[in-house]
């Protein structure tokens, strides 16, 4: 581990740490906008300038440079600080005075680190360049005049969400962000960009002109709309949810949320289911709780009563539920909305084992009749990492997909469960940690759960800290059902 001295304190840092890093450990702060801790460096906002030293003596890029021992770096010399007041100078040259009318405002890179970083005063005196407006889709906004070029969102849909749908085309101060043929962005993560943009260029056009941050109430929580639990931060004014942002959670969802997550909020407000119903006549009508509750408590003992759960109900409610028919005299319980049967002499049996980190470290992987793209987004973005970064193979059973990385289907027939191709059970049998993901396609057909069981055994999909049987449910609850029977 080389050793390094920022800013006179030395320190041990891991190799193949950049030099930013390195003054990140020793407590300093970096200014920057196109570096970013999850995608690929591209070095071109020249915000994060230090002095290093042996080396030519001028400012470096921290974010590209590697920390070497015996580094002697300085991030608060006068050098480095009139460099970095230069790059801001340069940056705001032609970013337009938007602060009043722009939803970044009270969130934004550029003005915090033009307030901490900058001159206060700019030379610039001719015309700023203007750029047309951009379509990418109804969930992103563009104002791309006030965009500095930092490509986060270029690399985001290349790297992250494996949709090359925006790019950067002209060169020097022709140089435009734009999506391909100026379409819509068609990847379910689209509303990262948002997050990830350090300026006004990309905001979310639902939440367009809605609030400011400062008058935001904000609430931890966690997503509902599919299986995985996005941690989330909810963000209210009143009565009324106007946002919800991914919070970091590096074993669940890093800090991603997928559009459906971002924007299912509208819910909340319109058309919201918020009443119970009753069979009146053949026909349901509105009623009031204690209406509804009364006609549960008017059910005769002995009569057949069922409780259905929803995807969406917390384990709480299917608890209260569950003993509530226990009073009744009944054990007729159901929350598989999709009429999917499930073998649960034993959780694991329908458990994500691998868990959505580990999922990366897969060598092979084998999806069975499910769509992880559509299904569980973030769990599909940790299989294109395995396959990215740990050359993982995909094999396929069920309809073909695009999934954003390469996936060999074998058919889409069931049966191949209990004969797997050659070239998928040697690859199973030789990898390190073999991965199988069963979804909500396979167990809606009988047998389909306990035959891929069997494979778990066969391959040894179960080792020393490696479990590699994983069931992908689809909603919420689930899983939380299925413990509470």
């Avoid at 360049?129 to 986060?152: D, L, S």
């Avoid at 350090?198 to 008058?215: C, M």
């Amino acid at each position: 581990m080389p050793k390094v001295t920022v800013d006179g304190i030395e320190l041990e840092v891991p190799q193949g740490a950049t030099v930013l890093q390195a003054a990140e450990l020793a407590g300093k702060e970096i200014p920057r906008f196109c570096y970013h801790e999850r995608l690929s460096i591209a070095g071109n906002c020249r915000m994060c300038l230090v002095e290093v030293k042996p080396g030519p003596p001028k400012p470096q890029a921290s974010c590209a440079l590697p920390a070497a021992e015996g580094q002697e770096i300085r991030t608060d010399s006068a050098m480095v600080k009139k460099a970095r007041e230069g790059v801001m100078e340069f940056l705001l040259i032609n970013h337009p005075l938007d602060c009043p009318i722009c939803d970044q405002g009270g969130e934004c890179d550029l003005q915090d680190q033009s307030v901490a970083y900058g001159k206060g005063g700019s030379r610039y005196e001719e015309n700023k360049r203007a750029v047309t407006e951009k379509y990418m889709g109804p969930i992103v906004k563009t104002t791309m005049t006030r965009c500095i070029h930092c490509t986060r969102c270029v690399r985001f849909s290349e790297e992250v969400a494996g949709v090359e749908e925006i790019g950067a085309i002209g060169r020097g101060e022709g140089m435009e962000i734009t999506s391909y043929l100026e379409g819509a962005v068609h990847s379910e993560l689209s509303g990262n960009v948002v997050d990830l943009c350090p300026v006004g260029a990309l905001t979310s056009k639902p939440y367009a002109f809605e609030a400011r941050p400062w008058e935001l109430t904000k609430t931890l929580g966690i997503d509902v709309m599919d299986g995985v639990g996005t941690n989330i931060r909810i963000d209210s004014r009143g009565r009324e949810v106007l946002r919800a942002l991914p919070r970091v959670n590096d074993d669940v969802n890093e800090e991603w949320a997928t559009d459906k997550t971002r924007h299912a909020v509208d819910g909340l407000m319109k058309r919201r289911l918020d009443k119970p119903y009753l069979r009146k006549n053949g026909k349901l009508e509105e009623a009031s709780w204690n209406e509804a509750f009364q006609a549960i408590a008017d059910v005769k003992a002995g009569s057949s009563v069922a409780a259905i759960a929803g995807d969406l109900v917390d384990c709480e409610t299917m608890y209260a539920a569950k003993k509530l028919l226990k009073s009744m005299k009944s054990d007729m319980l159901e929350g598989r909305q999709t009429g999917l049967s499930y073998d649960v002499s034993n959780l694991a049996s329908v458990n994500f084992n691998s868990t959505i980190a580990g999922i990366e470290e897969a060598d092979v992987i084998l999806l069975v009749s499910t769509n992880p793209r559509w299904e569980a987004s973030l769990v599909n973005t940790r299989i294109r990492k395995a396959v990215r970064k740990g050359g993982a193979k995909v094999f396929g059973i069920g309809p073909e997909t695009d999934q954003t990385y390469p996936v060999e289907w074998l058919g889409d027939d069931m049966g191949l469960l209990t004969k797997l191709p050659k070239a998928v059970a040697d690859a199973l049998k030789g990898a390190e940690k073999p991965a199988i993901i069963l979804g909500g396609g396979a167990l809606s057909i009988e047998g389909a759960h306990g035959a891929t069981l069997k494979l778990v055994t066969k391959y040894k999909l179960v080792r020393d800290g490696w479990n590699g049987f994983n069931v992908l449910h689809i909603g919420a609850s689930r899983t939380g059902g299925l413990m509470l029977g």
